[in-house]
Nanobody, 126 residues
């Protein structure tokens, strides 16, 4: 059982930056993909970024590419999402998720992930 806890959300002005953290506990992450998803009010949950724990390859949604960076510190079992040049449309609850055995063609689907954090609110507004 993997337990995920997100932190780092908040209110930021357009053009600002935030760094989200996701701390994992309860088991090894070897073989897992760690993903970030978000859900805005009245909208469906959408994929943001993912990183393979073994190997470190990354994937991004087109809407955040070149603005967001996903990274990890293996020794701390922690995943980060650095968000730069934030826009009002980035406002959402951001969730961290862990999925076992995912491959490139499946890691953008939230339904494939086994464990989820409670979410952290990100609000981009002037």
């Amino acid at each position: 059982q993997v337990h995920l806890v997100e932190s780092g959300g908040g209110l930021v002005q357009p053009g600002g930056s935030l760094r989200l953290s996701c701390a994992a506990s309860g088991g090894t992450l070897n073989g897992y993909v760690m993903g970030w998803f978000r859900q805005a009010p009245g909208k469906e949950r959408e994929f943001v970024a993912a990183i393979k724990w073994s190997g470190g390859s990354r994937s991004y949604a087109d809407s955040v590419k070149d603005r967001f960076t996903i990274s990890k510190i293996t020794a701390q079992n922690t995943v980060f999402l650095q968000m730069n040049n934030l826009r009002p449309e980035d406002t959402a609850v951001y969730f961290c998720a862990a999925g076992a055995g995912l491959i490139t063609s499946t890691l953008r689907s939230g339904a494939r992930y086994n464990y989820w954090g409670q979410g952290t609110q990100v609000t981009v507004s002037s």
